[in-house]
């Protein structure tokens, strides 16, 4: 091997590398965006399933609940991923077109966001208390399951064929530029933003569903969605463990015998 060869052939480790910190980095920011966001849907279906029956307590947490969702998820989190969706649809169309409905779908979901929250802050007491309330009611609860599918299917499909198609410099240009937090995770900051939607969050989740002897199929529901959360960011944290374990026992193992041809 020539001087030049393995001068070339030593910088692609490094390269591949630099990818995949880059892409551990900004992979790690969306799904800290799903596990706040999904945090949040929870105790959105958890306050709708009362909506009807105690409006006055509902309400408040619900709007902030969606005002979060709009401020942050919709406009920052998405603004994230379609940002990816673009360096995609620039290295691997075929793929991007497999993505294409969770484009739409983001759209779609802000208008839906936005007009519930609208409904929500318009509608009078005491007609929460009646059919208007469990109309509401019905739409957060679709709003709450279309979100959980969505988020499933980017992890599924988007993020994996993500990670799979784009270059170092693809990830270098998506790190450029302020990367701004989830305010999810910085309790104080959070709770100042939001506080009766913070204080809610901040219960057990036994105090959020309410005791009982036999579990709805809501609660069901909602505890095997919090098991899940938990087991993603087990599995996520797993991933990264291994990507550095597997980069170093790889740096470790290339001597410059190995390089020298």
Same mark, same amino acid.
């Not at 709007?63 to 691997?92: G, K, N, P």
């Not at 899940?228 to 790889?250: I, M, N, T, Y």
């Given at each position: 091997m ?20 880059a892409?551990a ?7 800290e965006?799903?596990a *706040?966001?999904? $945090? @949040? +849907? !929870?105790?959105? #279906? ?8 105690? %409006? ?39 793929l ?27 509608t009078?007491l ?34 994996? *064929?993500?990670? $799979? @198609? +784009? !270059?170092?410099? #693809? ?8 990367? %701004? ?7 104080q ?12 969050m ?25 098991v ?6 087990l ?6 463990v291994?990507g550095?374990?597997?980069?170093g ?11 020298g041809g």
């Amino acid at each position: 091997m020539t001087g030049r060869a393995a001068r070339k052939s030593a910088r692609k480790p490094a390269t591949r590398a630099h990818r995949d910190e880059a892409a551990a980095r900004y992979m790690q920011l969306l799904r800290e965006d799903h596990a *706040g966001l999904s $945090r @949040v +849907l !929870r105790e959105i #279906d958890a306050q709708q399933s009362v909506l009807q029956s105690a %409006p006055g307590a509902a309400r408040p947490v619900l709007a902030e609940a969606m005002r979060y969702l709009l401020v942050y998820q919709h406009s920052i989190h998405h603004a994230r991923e379609d940002q990816l969706f673009a360096r995609v649809r620039a290295r691997e169309p075929r793929l991007y077109h497999n993505m294409h409905r969770l484009v739409r779908e983001h759209r779609v979901g802000q208008e839906v966001a936005e007009r519930l929250a609208g409904e929500l802050s318009r509608t009078p007491l005491t007609q929460l208390r009646g059919k208007a309330g469990q109309r509401l009611a019905q739409q957060l609860h679709q709003y709450v399951q279309k979100t959980r599918d969505h988020m499933r299917r980017e992890e599924a499909v988007f993020y994996t *064929g993500s990670e $799979r @198609v +784009l !270059r170092a410099s #693809d990830w270098k240009a998506l790190l450029t530029g302020p990367m %701004p937090r989830d305010p999810a995770r910085d309790p104080q900051r959070f709770a100042a933003r939001y506080p009766r939607l913070a204080e809610r969050m901040s219960r057990p989740q036994r105090d959020v569903t309410g005791p009982s002897d036999a579990l709805s199929g809501t609660d069901l529901r909602a505890r095997a969605e919090q098991v899940a959360e938990r087991c993603a960011a087990l599995l996520h944290r797993a991933l990264d463990v291994a990507g550095w374990f597997a980069r170093g026992v790889g740096g470790r193992s290339r001597t410059p015998g190995n390089d020298g041809g």
